[in-house]
């Protein structure tokens, strides 16, 4: 990997955790992140417990830009592949925040899709080459299924916020109907990852996320139970994955 990349991923890494940081603690825009959402309720959002999964992937980011410095990260093609898309998905990420926190919910919609189609390139460049060390199996391919994985739920919440708050009337389809068609959207994409890729990992942040949707929309049956089943099918795919590998019948990338 080019030096300037390890150093613009350090860059990008410590601007992203010092606006998060700041986002909160001033908080920008005079509220918490977790404040505006709470001002916009919808049938997607997890408990509060989930979000906690940040504190993960920060740590899992902060091992892949540590290990960019390092001898093998250095001579990694999986990192060399990432290229400079990791430094512009700290960009997005502190774009999404700033434009969240001044309550520019239809524009972060967009700075959302830029930061999932950022962290969708890195995810298929670095699933294109072959497994390598098992360094890169914690330090660069966990990290962003994890990351991946939560983003593509956080932009299902982000786009069901920003057209509640519009008065999106949903072509006349109930709220809760709307729910469980995002939530089938959701388990589509996990599904892909996991068969297509063998990841494990992204699979369980899905569970996760449908777990806690499940958990904060106890008023709504319906929402609630989907999230369950749905979860409930991404445990027995994950174990169907698991025990290919165990068999030796075929790789699986759990990391």
Not at 126 to 149: K, M
Not at 168 to 183: Q, Y
Request: glycine fraction near 8%; aromatic fraction near 14%.
């Amino acid at each position: 990997m080019k030096r300037i990349y390890a150093w613009l991923n350090l860059i990008g890494f410590v601007g992203m955790i010092i606006v998060n940081f700041l986002a909160n603690k001033l908080p920008i825009g005079g509220k918490t992140t977790g404040e505006i959402s709470g001002q916009h309720p919808v049938l997607v959002t997890p408990a509060g417990y989930a979000f906690s999964i940040w504190s993960i992937i920060y740590m899992l980011l902060f091992l892949f830009v540590i290990y960019g410095f390092t001898k093998d990260g250095r001579a990694s093609s999986r990192v060399s592949a990432i290229g400079v898309f990791f430094f512009l998905s700290c960009l997005f990420n502190i774009g999404w925040l700033l434009l969240w926190h001044y309550e520019q919910l239809t524009s972060s919609v967009f700075m959302m899709f830029a930061l999932l189609i950022t962290l969708g390139i890195v995810y298929g460049n670095i699933n294109r080459t072959q497994p390598a060390r098992q360094a890169e199996r914690w330090s660069v391919r966990l990290p962003f299924s994890i990351y991946l994985g939560w983003i593509c739920v956080a932009t299902i919440v982000n786009v069901a916020v920003a057209l509640s708050a519009g008065g999106w009337d949903g072509f006349g389809l109930a709220d809760t109907m709307w729910a469980i068609i995002m939530l089938g959207i959701a388990t589509v994409v996990a599904l892909a990852m996991g068969l297509w890729y063998r990841d494990v990992a992204s699979m369980l942040v899905f569970i996760w996320a449908f777990i806690a949707i499940g958990i904060k929309q106890q008023a709504y049956p319906e929402v609630a139970y989907t999230s369950y089943a749905l979860a409930a099918l991404l445990v027995l795919v994950a174990l169907f994955i698991v025990v290919k590998m165990v068999k030796g019948t075929e790789e699986v990338k759990i990391v």
